[in-house]
């Protein structure tokens, strides 16, 4: 019998390939890291849990993205163009038009154990670190109203090291911010989803952005953390009816969150604004 395939996520070992457009940045055949989570993968549990699929079925992503489904699926592998033919194609046409928009996701108590199943970093959840705070200063080429200058982040992360014992800041191109004490700079999925699960992770702090969807997947384990985001492209006063920008009914963790609306506080407001 053949392998059967089920394609979860497409695209370039670039997750951020292209022109630097508003909105042309991110090649059209490049699944975003969010959409996979909250769409391609619950559809793929889904239809593990109906029984439309069975383990043995071989899930095709992207390499940073293979933790999500490895304590899943007996078999997952990287994406390659036109290297496999698929059973199923989540990306293309098999959950669209089938997924109820709101409540979204209806079967998250059934699903829960296998949608929080993921292969975390054990060296990071294991390490005796105090309070820390998570800061993910988007750099993307794509969407780039969302973005905020890199010296704005690098004055917040300033104004607020002092008061946790350590500062992650999560995202490719952001290395300029470790310095080797008190800031932490982080550049996988993995390693960025077992420190928001870290049970001292108190605050998450980006604009609105794919990562922040994560922490109300797999964050908030200390049932006290916050999740701060600056709505600086006005895409939450338009669309928070929309789960893609955080409507309450895609937070399966029930992390408390903060949207500051329009206008960008300066770096030290934000600092207040954490613990307003």
């Not at 300029?176 to 702090?205: E, M, P, W």
Request: net charge negative; hydrophobic share 35%; proline share 5%.
């Amino acid at each position: 019998m053949s392998e059967k395939y089920i394609l979860c996520a497409r695209g370039t070992l670039d997750v951020n390939n292209g022109p630097g457009t508003l909105l042309g940045g991110t090649p059209h055949d490049q699944t975003e890291a969010a959409t996979e989570l909250m769409i391609h993968r619950l559809a793929a549990i889904h239809l593990l849990q109906t029984n439309v699929i069975s383990k043995d079925y071989t899930v095709v992503t992207l390499p940073e993205r293979k933790f999500l489904y490895e304590n899943i699926f007996d078999n997952v592998v990287d994406y390659a163009p036109g290297k496999f033919q698929y059973s199923i194609d989540v990306v293309r046409d098999v959950w669209y038009a089938k997924l109820p928009y709101k409540p979204f996701y209806g079967y998250y108590d059934r699903d829960k154990e296998l949608i929080n199943n993921i292969v975390y970093n054990n060296d990071i959840l294991s390490k005796d670190i105090g309070d820390f705070l998570v800061c993910i200063p988007r750099l993307k080429r794509s969407d780039m109203i969302r973005n905020l200058d890199q010296e704005y982040w690098l004055s917040f992360v300033e104004c607020v090291k002092d008061q946790f014992e350590k500062i992650i800041v999560f995202g490719k191109g952001n290395e300029n911010f470790a310095d080797g004490d008190r800031v932490i700079y982080v550049d996988t999925l993995q390693d960025f989803c077992s420190y928001i699960h870290h049970k001292n992770c108190k605050h998450v702090v980006s604009t609105i952005s794919g990562p922040c969807h994560y922490v109300q997947q797999f964050g908030n384990t200390n049932k006290d953390t916050t999740l701060t985001m600056i709505d600086n492209g006005g895409m939450y006063k338009q669309h928070g009816h929309d789960p893609s920008f955080f409507h309450p009914c895609i937070n399966f963790t029930k992390v408390k969150i903060k949207i500051i609306p329009d206008k960008v506080p300066a770096p030290e407001r934000l600092r207040d604004i954490l613990w307003d």
